[in-house]
Each structure stands twice: as structure tokens, then as C-alpha cells.
């Protein structure tokens, strides 16, 4: 009798052991799940801030829409579109921030889009130009990032 209490006590044992396994096994692959989600995350977001930074320094460096697609533009990613008052330029990157074309981009392999505006306000000594900055994921319309700058553009004389 005693022999039997002992098995059984022992399979019991063995099985709540088993289940507590199992448990711990399910909420840490949750938890690694979860950290890798944030992970990408984390660097999606990352890539976003660094693409608009760089979009604000050649804001800042150009003196026109035009000079600005020209400083942003790697292998046909981007492109200029005129409305009044101002420019939209659309660049295209995938994952690993590299550009990718935009016939590329209509078939869905670009990973992040960007979208500046130049937008001058005139003035008597020169123009003041707003950019507004958005970053997005594919072809969502929820910016994961985005950034206005302004910058100042003296007129020089005789231009």
C-alpha cells in the first residue's frame, strides 16, 4: 500500500512539473515575442527620425524645392510635385534605409516613405521657408515620425 502512495505521489509530481514547465515555457515565449515586436519597433522609428533629419538638413541646405529633390534624390526614389505655394517631395526607402525607386515602390517594396514640403513665404529681404517633414510605413497615412522646420533664405542682391 505504502509502495503504491509513493508512485502515485511521485507521477503527480511529475506531471505538476511537467505543467509548470509547459506555463513558464508559454509566458516567456510571449514575452520574447513581445520584445522582438518592440525591438522592430524601436528600430522602424529610429530609421524614421533618421530619414527626417537628414530631409531637414537638405531643407536647410537648398534653396529651392527643386535643389532639395536633387540633394534627397538616390536612384530614382524620389520625385517633385508642384502645387501652389509650394512642393511635395516623396522619397522611397526599404528596411535598411536604402533607396528604393519608385516603380519599386508601387510594387510594394519600399519598407518607409517620405514626404517633405517646401513651402517659401516672401518677404522684402528674402523668403522664409516651411517644411513640414512626415516619415510613414509602406503605404500607411499614420506618420511614424514627423518633423516642421523653417529656414531662412536671404535674397542677395542682383538675383
Excluded at 4 to 26: C, N, S
Excluded at 28 to 44: C, E, I, K, T
Excluded at 54 to 77: P, T
Excluded at 131 to 151: C, F, K, M, Q
Aim: glycine residues 6%; aromatic residues 6%.
Amino acid at each position: 500500500m505504502n509502495r503504491e502512495r509513493t508512485m502515485t505521489a511521485f507521477y503527480l509530481e511529475t506531471v505538476l512539473m511537467v505543467i509548470i514547465f509547459v506555463l513558464v515555457i508559454a509566458v516567456l515565449s510571449q514575452v520574447f515575442g513581445l520584445a522582438r515586436s518592440q525591438s522592430r519597433q524601436a528600430q522602424q522609428l529610429t530609421n524614421a527620425v533618421c530619414l527626417a533629419q537628414n530631409a531637414a538638413e537638405a531643407a536647410a541646405a537648398a534653396e529651392s524645392g527643386e535643389e532639395m529633390l536633387q540633394l534627397l534624390r538616390e536612384d530614382g526614389n524620389a520625385g517633385l510635385e508642384e502645387k501652389v505655394g509650394e512642393s511635395l517631395l516623396t522619397a522611397y526607402y526599404d528596411a535598411d534605409m536604402k533607396p528604393v525607386s519608385r516603380e519599386a515602390a508601387a510594387a510594394d517594396k519600399a519598407s518607409l516613405r517620405l514626404e517633405a514640403t517646401w513651402a517659401p513665404e516672401r518677404s522684402q529681404t528674402g523668403n522664409f521657408v516651411n517644411s513640414h517633414i512626415a516619415v510613414y510605413e509602406g503605404p500607411s497615412e499614420t506618420p511614424l515620425y514627423t518633423l516642421d522646420t523653417g529656414v531662412y533664405i536671404r535674397e542677395e542682391a542682383g538675383r
